[in-house]
């Protein structure tokens, strides 16, 4: 029998799902889905401007590991800042940014995962800066120490505390040090490769990262050929994928679901559709019943889970499953990760806009990254989806409406600074709207919390 009282808070609940959904696409029966809402984003706010500007540190890029997993992330000073380094401008503006940016990397590091900055050797040397290096923090010394007392006993202390030293590739390697840089940058990838392997053999002892990768793909091969760590764009490369349909039974089931959802089809039939896929249902009454979800008594049926969770947290749910279903490739876990960030970035930038539904723009960022976690082309990813015009214009056309939440997004995600400065002017400017991105990060939901395998 229904619990009664589960029963009426989805009775409630359904009460509002007609005024949600035509409040969010106009009612039309093909629209683009939505996930449940956001909270709304504090306005950012405006502090008197401080003796030292702030840096700008573009979003931090993460650093994929060896079992394709988000194993931290690198921090990057703004380029402009970085010019007037590399140009000999290192006064106390250098260090106050110097030491801006080892601050930043504290709670990526207090959450057990790497943070890595580059700073140069110069700056390093100062005891204002050397002091407020972190605990276990990755730092790639641009230019050779000048030994002196000071900095023996910065070693010291840096040693002790976990700090790990490299340097790039071919530079000055710093006292001690644990690992070494190798940055694509104009080069070729195979260029890049065959530089790792050669590191294998002369400095097998030393931690390789493979830096500014041109996509998923070359961060895959970098791992398979002994980085330890690799980062640059987590998305398709250029021609990297194949002209193929979705087959995977379990993708189709879900794609069916969420169509399902949108059609408005009846309690009963989804629920049909749930049960009919025995993992499908546990996992969701796994979900239904988790913390995260805080319900006063347990659900026994799927057909309840669908009632309390509603139309819309049902969709989001089933998006989060869809792109935990790419789960093929070595960097899979990673790219999980980056689809709920930028998720949850755009629903963030989305909920400051009267025009702009959050929930739907939560779907596109997951929706936008389906090419590189099924690995096939977006336009076939999306092909079995019922999705709005607004959301299908802006991941596969990327043009309409939507396009420059979602192309700020990316930029942002690139460290796109001159694309992504212009886009944010309309959310308060840069600063705020890497602050977003910190938060996006901080607050994602967890794919292995909503969408563990069974």
Not at 27 to 56: D, E, I, L, R, Y
Not at 82 to 91: I, K, L, S
Not at 153 to 168: C, E, H, I, Y
Not at 410 to 420: K, Q, S, T
Request: hydrophobic share 50%.
């Amino acid at each position: 029998m229904p619990n009664p009282r589960l029963a009426g808070r989805a009775a409630g609940r359904g009460r509002h799902v007609s005024s949600f959904w035509s409040r969010l696409f106009g009612g039309k029966p093909a629209a683009a889905p939505a996930a449940a809402a956001a909270p709304q984003a504090a306005p950012p706010t405006t502090a008197a401007a401080p003796a030292v500007a702030a840096p700008t540190f573009g979003a931090r890029r993460p650093l994929v590991g060896i079992h394709g997993e988000v194993a931290g992330f690198e921090f990057r000073l703004s380029p402009s800042t970085q010019r007037r380094m590399q140009a000999g401008a290192e006064g106390p503006a250098a260090a106050a940014h110097a030491i801006s940016l080892l601050a930043a990397m504290r709670s990526t590091l207090e959450g057990g995962r790497i943070a890595l900055g580059e700073l140069p050797a110069s700056l390093l040397c100062r005891s204002a800066v050397a002091e407020q290096v972190p605990d276990g923090a990755w730092i790639a010394v641009r230019g050779a120490f000048e030994p002196d007392d000071s900095l023996a006993g910065a070693l010291t202390s840096w040693r002790t505390r976990g700090v790990k030293l490299g340097a790039a590739l071919g530079g000055p390697m710093p006292p001690g040090a644990g690992f070494v840089l190798l940055q694509a940058g104009d080069s070729s990838v195979d260029g890049l490769l065959a530089a790792l392997d050669r590191c294998a053999q002369e400095q097998p002892l030393l931690a390789r990262v493979a830096l500014d990768l041109p996509g998923v793909e070359a961060i895959e091969q970098a791992l398979e050929r002994g980085a330890s760590l690799a980062a640059g764009r987590v998305e398709p490369g250029a021609g990297a994928m194949a002209q193929r349909r979705i087959v995977q039974p379990a993708t189709q089931r879900l794609c069916q679901l969420l169509n399902d959802v949108v059609a408005d089809r009846d309690t009963a039939q989804i629920g049909a559709a749930l049960r009919a896929d025995s993992a499908l249902s546990y996992r969701l009454l796994r979900f239904v019943n988790s913390p995260a979800v805080g319900l006063a008594q347990p659900v026994e049926s799927v057909e309840q889970a669908v009632m309390v969770l509603g139309r819309a947290e049902l969709y989001r749910w089933l998006s989060v499953l869809l792109t935990a279903s790419g789960s093929g490739r070595k960097a899979s876990r990673a790219l999980q990760e980056v689809a709920m960030a930028r998720a949850r970035l755009l629903e963030l930038l989305a909920a400051e806009r009267e025009d702009t539904p959050p929930p739907a723009l939560f779907t596109v960022g997951l929706l936008s990254m389906l090419d590189a976690l099924l690995q096939v082309p977006l336009a076939e990813a999306l092909a079995p989806l019922q999705i709005a015009d607004a959301a299908r214009e802006a991941i596969v056309d990327r043009a309409g409406p939507w396009w420059p939440l979602l192309q700020l997004a990316i930029a942002v995600e690139r460290h796109d600074l001159a694309v992504a400065e212009p886009l944010a002017a309309a959310h308060g400017g840069l600063e705020a709207v890497l602050a977003k991105a910190e938060q996006a990060w901080a607050g994602r939901p967890s794919c292995r919390a909503q969408a563990a395998p069974a």
